[in-house]
């Protein structure tokens, strides 16, 4: 994987279960959010050494929605215990999209279907 994304107990080699995913997500929807990878002036390696060994994390905007940050901070918690299982994220995503006014594109991706054959969907605007 990429540094950048990679547990803090992944890059101080510790054993470590299934909720690297769960920090690897939280680092990933925080680019998504953000538009800038967590720590952007820094290189890949840097990046996760902050958060291993110093334990930094990236600054959240203040305008950002309070669901978000409280899903944020818990999913890149330093111990890995306390992270949340992904049925937990997606029930807050879940609601959030619920809570969305429904604009033009929140009611096409909503009306969109999974492939049977490919498993995915598309649509092209």
Same mark, same amino acid.
Request: charge should be neutral; charged fraction near 25%; hydrophobic fraction near 35%.
């Given at each position: 994987?990429?540094?950048?994304?990679?547990?803090?107990?992944?890059?101080?080699?510790?054993?470590?279960?299934?909720?690297?995913?769960?920090?690897?997500? %939280?680092?990933?929807?925080?680019?998504? =959010? $953000? *538009?800038?990878? /967590?720590?952007?002036?820094? #290189?890949?390696? %840097?990046?996760?050494?902050?958060?291993? =060994? $110093? *334990?930094?994390? /990236?600054?959240?905007?203040? #305008?950002?929605? %309070?669901?978000?940050?409280?899903?944020?901070?818990?999913?890149?918690?330093?111990?890995?215990?306390?992270?949340?299982?992904?049925?937990?994220?997606?029930?807050?995503?879940?609601?959030?999209?619920?809570?969305?006014?429904?604009?033009?594109?929140?009611?096409?991706?909503?009306?969109?279907?999974?492939?049977?054959?490919?498993?995915?969907?598309?649509?092209?605007?």
């Amino acid at each position: 994987g990429s540094y950048r994304f990679m547990a803090p107990e992944v890059f101080r080699h510790e054993n470590y279960t299934e909720t690297v995913d769960i920090y690897s997500f %939280a680092m990933i929807f925080f680019y998504m =959010l $953000d *538009g800038n990878p /967590p720590w952007p002036n820094e #290189n890949g390696v %840097a990046a996760v050494r902050m958060a291993a =060994l $110093d *334990g930094d994390r /990236p600054i959240l905007p203040r #305008n950002w929605d %309070a669901r978000f940050q409280t899903l944020l901070q818990e999913c890149w918690d330093e111990n890995p215990k306390t992270r949340p299982p992904f049925k937990k994220i997606l029930s807050v995503l879940n609601d959030y999209a619920r809570d969305m006014p429904k604009t033009t594109m929140h009611r096409t991706l909503s009306t969109m279907s999974v492939s049977k054959d490919t498993g995915c969907s598309c649509a092209v605007m």
